[in-house]
């Protein structure tokens, strides 16, 4: 007798449901693994839904730039990509931060340099929220589970097209691939999407190249003074087990969910710690960091890169007065036995 | 009464950038006349790359936005798609088409995207100061080639002809010369309608001048648009005969 079948859903099949939910209208995307099958999942979608359009295009930065075009006619549009094509896509972020595009990016982090591993990483936070040739005022989401893929995809877009800055959401290779059971949580409400080239009667001009010094810094003044006024809006973080502890984990993404299982076992073994989790990691929630990492002895920046957590976080806090321990294995996994080895041996 | 400006220009950036005597502004002009004659001011929306085209950011009454150097095709191939029903021109020279962003013309080409891509072959990179580009023609000098473009750097590049390779039977490719405006007008307007009125990719290379860079007067400048004539072929490429595309 046949046994009822639970479907089981990938983190990339997760993104395209949310997407939809979030009202994406297009996608444009170039294959690249471990995020191809969001592009696949889009296309899948769209051919029983007129209203999704979607171009496989010749390269990452035709595909940013095509989201760029189809946002300025008014669609939600959107991209997904991984490693070289997020660095490629760093052409279309800096177009889109200086013109206030709410453009989305969906990136689904790989080892790196180079072509590296196609499995997973955490190396492209720096690239994610600093990359380009500009100031990094991009909203960085980092989510740590296929639950949060889902509610964070379509926080990306409300944000992106909240506040008009470029908003890109981190997963990575494991979370992209596994697969599990997956219910959508309750949706938020999208936010709708105008178009910026209305020609009224008097004409839109979009341009990011200036003559004068001056004349752009005042227009980089504007956008880094909405950035100050919002982040504080913006930036969110989770806490675990905080109140009594007398050390922290700082992680974000999938060692995050690690060091969540990595605090139970210590406290089994009557280790007083706890978990910070930024899920913004451009701004970061710093209110909180600086409140919870008050009088404590200990923190410990856990993460699958070279310290790029630890820069964004040692430049927020402020005034902490104890030891900061980084533990990184850049491009690799941890477990959370692995987590507690590492901070009992130190 | 002969008109000298065409209306839809933005009367309040005139007098325009360009330097004087600049190929550009000779050939955005009857780009304006030609969005006048079709009467399609509210409808163009025009995307301009970077290169002496940035220049152009507020030059005439319509939606008008600056992209990345390279970047004008895929960015206007974007809002074609969310706006079907608007006349989405690529304006960009012929480093910005045939070297950065070649790949991307090639492929709008490719798939008959319906968008419209006007490139000026000024045959150098004349908004970074005269540098050697594909399109430099074989012993020229510029600030990259100072003994003459060799050989090894390749001939001039025929961009037209190199497109109509990959393109749809039904999209327009031509190359036309400013020292005709009135067949530069004539061109821009068939470009324009074969997006138009067969939803089709239509792309037209116009041979121009820079007289800042190649340091020519008014009659130098011709004299070299001249060479450019001869050794780049004037007209419309059409479809070859066996192809079915
Ligand atoms: C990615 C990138 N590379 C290089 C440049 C520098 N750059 C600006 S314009 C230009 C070339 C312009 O030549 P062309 O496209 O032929 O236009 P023209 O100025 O001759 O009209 C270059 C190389 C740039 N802005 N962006
Ligand atoms: S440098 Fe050449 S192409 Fe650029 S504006 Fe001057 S004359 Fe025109």
Redesign the pocket.
């Known amino acids: 007798m046949q046994k009822n079948v639970q479907k089981l859903y990938s983190g990339n099949e997760v993104i395209v449901l949310a997407a939809i939910e979030a009202g994406a209208e297009a996608m444009f995307g170039y294959p690249i693994t471990p995020s191809s099958e969001i592009l696949q999942g889009w296309i899948e979608s769209a051919s029983s839904n007129r209203n999704l359009q979607f171009l496989q295009t010749e390269d990452e930065t035709s595909a940013g730039f095509a989201t760029i075009g189809s946002i300025l006619g008014g669609k939600k549009a959107f991209t997904a990509t991984a490693g070289p094509g997020h660095v490629l896509m760093q052409?279309p972020l800096s177009m889109a931060e200086n013109l206030r595009i709410p453009f989305v990016a969906i990136v689904m982090q790989r080892g790196g340099p180079s072509t590296g591993t196609v499995n997973y990483s955490q190396q492209e936070v720096n690239l994610a929220a600093f990359g380009g040739n500009g100031d990094g005022l991009r909203v960085v989401y980092s989510a740590s589970s296929i639950d949060e893929l889902y509610s964070l995809t379509i926080k990306t877009f409300n944000t992106a097209w909240r506040y008009k800055f470029p908003s890109i959401l981190l997963g990575d290779g494991y979370l992209a691939k596994m697969k599990t059971k997956f219910s959508p949580s309750k949706s938020i409400r999208p936010i709708k999407s105008t178009e910026m080239l209305e020609g009224k009667k008097n004409p839109t001009y979009l341009r990011n190249c200036f003559s004068s010094e001056e004349e752009f810094g005042a227009e980089l003044d504007k956008n880094i003074a909405d950035w100050n006024r919002l982040r504080s809006q913006i930036a969110e973080s989770e806490v675990y087990k905080i109140n009594d502890a007398s050390e922290i984990i700082i992680a974000h993404g999938l060692v995050a969910q690690a060091s969540k299982e990595a605090v139970e076992i210590m406290r089994n073994n009557r280790r007083k710690i706890g978990l910070f989790k930024p899920i913004t990691l451009n701004p970061i929630d710093s209110r909180t960091l600086n409140k919870v990492s008050s009088g404590k002895k200990k923190i410990y920046i856990v993460e699958s890169s070279r310290n790029q957590l630890s820069h964004i976080i040692k430049y927020e806090l402020d005034k902490f007065c104890g030891e900061i321990v980084e533990i990184s294995k850049p491009a690799q996994g941890f477990t959370a036995k692995e987590i507690v080895n590492k901070i009992e041996k130190d | 009464m002969i008109e000298t400006m065409p209306k839809c220009w933005n009367q309040k950036t005139k007098p325009h950038f360009f330097c004087p005597g600049c190929g550009?502004a000779i050939i955005l002009k009857q780009l304006g006349f030609v969005i006048d004659d079709l009467k399609l001011e509210q409808e163009v929306k025009f995307f301009i790359?970077?290169?002496?085209?940035?220049l152009a950011w507020n030059f005439y009454n319509f939606d008008t936005v600056q992209t990345?150097?390279?970047r004008t095709t895929p960015t206007a191939v974007g809002y074609k798609m969310a706006k079907p029903k608007k006349v989405v021109i690529g304006y960009?020279?012929?480093?910005?088409?045939?070297?950065?962003g070649l790949q991307s013309v090639l492929h709008a080409a490719f798939r008959n995207d319906p968008v419209t891509i006007i490139l000026?072959?000024?045959e150098?990179?004349?908004?970074?100061g005269g540098?050697m580009?594909p399109?430099t023609m074989p012993n020229e000098i510029t600030t990259t080639t100072p003994t003459g473009k060799e050989v090894k750097f390749g001939p001039g590049m025929h961009g037209p002809e190199l497109i109509r390779n990959i393109a749809s039977d039904k999209a327009y490719i031509a190359r036309t010369s400013m020292s005709a405006p009135e067949a530069v007008k004539i061109a821009i307007k068939k470009a324009i309608k074969t997006q138009i009125e067969n939803n089709a990719f239509s792309f037209l290379e116009i041979l121009?001048i820079?007289p800042t860079?190649w340091k020519t007067d008014a009659e130098g400048s011709f004299e070299r648009l001249k060479m450019a004539e001869s050794y780049y072929h004037i007209g419309e490429i059409p479809p070859q005969k066996s192809s079915q595309k």
């Open positions: 052409d | 550009h790359d970077i290169g002496c085209s940035l990345h150097h390279g960009m020279g012929d480093g910005g088409g045939y070297a950065i000026v072959n000024n150098n990179y004349a908004m970074t540098q580009a399109t121009s820079c860079n």
